[in-house]
């Protein structure tokens, strides 16, 4: 029997939950590997864009960029410079994210793989089937890595919202409206608030990496797992090698 059969044989036999998990694993590492990785790819195009933006936005005098009026190329430029700033990093965040899932879904599918393979031997051999009880790794590392992902995606979106929220803030002249806001206007609550999102979004971003980096090193502990009761059950089954 090919290690794929026994692998599906292996996956019909979990309970609900697993195999829901197993299936998912085996049909969706490669296309979070392709969306991660052209994600990141366009984030980076966005990027070059935007610094041509900038670079033309700072060829104009200091005293001419603030005395720009909403409506003006100059503050046009700014708009889209600032709402890009908003929403890039939550766009690679998220990108990385789904590299980051791909890598545990195939970590996943080896698993799988070396449990169907370890069953399927010992049943060649005409031995008792024994297998591995599920580790507290292999319990955790799934929705460690979904939990990180949905930070993530939750980091993104906020990301567009501020990106739209900024675009209003800075559709104004700096020298005559923006600069010239008095305490308690709705400029300054803008402001604030940009800046207080931006204060805290981006730790959120890195606790979703770490949630999914754990994630990731759960399933490498939960291999390690499977090859050291592999090897032990081996042993127990060659004749003079038992311990």
């Known amino acids: ?13 979990l309970p609900p939950y697993d195999r829901l998990l197993a299936r998912m694993a085996r049909g969706m590492w490669a296309l979070s590997i392709l969306m991660g990785l052209t994600i990141v790819i366009a984030a980076f195009f966005t990027g070059l864009s935007n610094s041509g933006l900038v670079a033309q936005y700072f060829s104009n005098p200091k005293a001419v960029r603030e005395a720009a009026a909403a409506g003006s190329a100059i503050v046009d430029q700014k708009v889209v410079i600032e709402s890009v700033f908003a929403w890039l990093p939550g766009f690679k965040f998220f990108g ?3 590299l980051f899932s791909g890598i545990t879904f195939v970590l996943a599918n080896i698993i799988n793989a070396l449990r169907a ?17 599920k580790p507290l790794t292999a319990k955790l590392f799934p929705p460690l890595m979904m939990m990180g992902l949905m930070i993530l995606i939750a980091t993104f979106v906020i ?21 010239a806001a008095q305490v308690g ?26 949630f999914l980096l754990t994630g990731i ?11 050291q009761f592999q090897a032990g059950r081996i042993l127990d089954i060659v004749p003079g090698t038992g311990r």
Request: proline share 2%; aromatic share 8%; charged share 15%.
């Open 185 to 210: 206007s709705p400029l300054l609550a803008q402001i604030a608030t940009i800046q207080s999102v931006k204060a805290w979004l981006e730790p959120v971003k890195f606790v979703g990496i770490a």
């Open 159 to 179: 990301g567009l919202w501020l990106a739209g929220f900024s675009a209003g803030y800075w559709n104004h002249s700096i020298a005559t409206e923006l600069d």
């Open 96 to 98: 990385m994210g789904l």
């Open 217 to 227: 090193s759960l399933a490498l502990a939960t291999i390690r797992k499977i090859l």
């Open 1 to 13: 029997m090919s290690t794929i059969s026994l692998e599906q044989e292996f996956v019909r036999m």
């Open 117 to 133: 393979a370890g069953g399927g031997l010992q049943k060649a051999l005409g031995v008792e089937v024994k297998a591995l009880a």
